[in-house]
């Protein structure tokens, strides 16, 4: 496959120019496309470009609303609520951000609870930027019915990510981000364009049966937890916390039989936000450190958030490594 290069500003240009195109308002485009243009320069191929095509489609189809003016409320002292009002969560979480800062700072610890919003990317943008400032973040979202609950005998849940960014003294944040499914369904999208199978325990086909066939998952199937039964309860945990607690729709409760081709769950997302700076004893920063370092001395190479770092480094000092088929699809996109 012929690869080109692209600068991490050019990219973000050219996905503006398509979100503005398919109808959303220009501070949503630029908060989208900045976020997509970093999961394709951090290396995390199914919420990169690759999305674009689900994005366009649920704008499409009118079944979000890219225009839409999210609400903030203030629940309690540590208690945010952000009605997206059937828009992106991103522009959720970038109207309600600085004042979660500014009453994680006051209180310790506080929350952001989104609803009526649609999530399609990684969690991991939505909150490195957080560790960074020295907080700890931790995060949820429910997506949309594909995933059966260990025991049970039809989808239920969603993919549900859970996603975590701690502060480090001096060096990269620690962050972990992962479906709490066997595995992502960008990735499974991904596996059946290429032509692979999946792990063996992925998923099951529309008769229940195990399978490692991806059209097989998509088409009637199902996704399995990760974990057997505590990876379900982890996942079951999360439709409480995005949907029941936001006051959004767990992911078996949105109907978009309507809109043929939406893609964005219409669901919730939680954000609870703490202060590093209130922990006790050493700094948390340390102490963080001391965990890695002794993590590396018990044999560990790889961290969460590492293969991320590296890639940006890669896409930094040589540009977005991206298929010519895909830079030629985006641009026709945006000049259709
Ligand atoms: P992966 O299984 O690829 O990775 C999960 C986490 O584990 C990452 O933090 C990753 O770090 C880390 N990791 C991977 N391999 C190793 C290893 N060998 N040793 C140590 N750490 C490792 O992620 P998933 O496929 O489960 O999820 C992919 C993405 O899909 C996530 O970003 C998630 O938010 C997103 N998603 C979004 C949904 C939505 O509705 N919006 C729904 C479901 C998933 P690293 O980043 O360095 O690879």
Request: hydrophobic letters at 45%; a negative charge.
């Amino acid at each position: 496959m012929a690869v080109s290069h692209i600068a991490f500003p050019d990219l973000v240009a050219l996905l503006e120019a398509i979100f503005v195109r398919f109808g959303t308002s220009r501070q949503v485009a630029a908060i989208l496309a900045d976020n997509c243009a970093r999961c394709e320069r951090d290396g995390a191929k199914s919420h990169g470009v690759f999305r674009m095509k689900g994005y366009t489609d649920s704008l499409a189809t009118g079944w979000v609303d890219g225009r839409a003016e999210p609400v903030l409320e203030e629940a309690a002292a540590g208690f945010l609520r952000v009605d997206a009002q059937n828009g992106f969560a991103q522009p959720a979480l970038a109207l309600g951000r600085d004042v979660l800062i500014e009453k994680t700072r006051a209180n310790g610890i506080a929350l952001l609870a989104i609803r009526n919003s649609h999530h399609l990317s990684a969690l991991w943008p939505d909150l490195e930027p957080f560790a960074e400032q020295g907080f700890i973040a931790l995060s949820t979202v429910n997506s949309f019915a594909c995933t059966v609950p260990h025991g049970g005998q039809s989808a239920v849940f969603g993919t549900n990510p859970i996603a975590f960014a701690a502060p480090t003294r001096s060096g990269e944040p620690v962050v972990f981000d992962m479906a709490t499914s066997s595995m992502a369904n960008g990735d499974v999208q991904i596996a059946a364009r290429e032509g692979n199978q999946l792990p063996a325990g992925a998923g099951v086909d529309s008769n229940g049966n195990p399978t490692t066939d991806p059209s097989a998952v998509l088409n009637g199937g199902a996704l399995l937890p990760f974990g057997g039964h505590k990876g379900s309860s982890i996942s079951m945990m999360i439709e409480l916390l995005s949907a029941a607690l936001t006051g959004g729709n767990y992911s078996f409760e949105f109907d978009w039989s309507g809109h043929p081709g939406a893609a964005t769950p219409l669901t919730g997302q939680l954000i609870i936000l703490i202060d590093a700076a209130r922990a006790g004893g050493a700094p948390f920063g340390v102490r963080a450190e001391t965990l890695i370092d002794e993590m590396a001395s018990a044999g560990v190479k790889r961290f969460p958030g590492q293969h991320r770092f590296a890639a940006r480094k890669r896409s930094d000092a040589e540009g977005i490594a991206l298929g010519v088929d895909d830079l030629n699809w985006l641009e026709a996109l945006a000049a259709d």
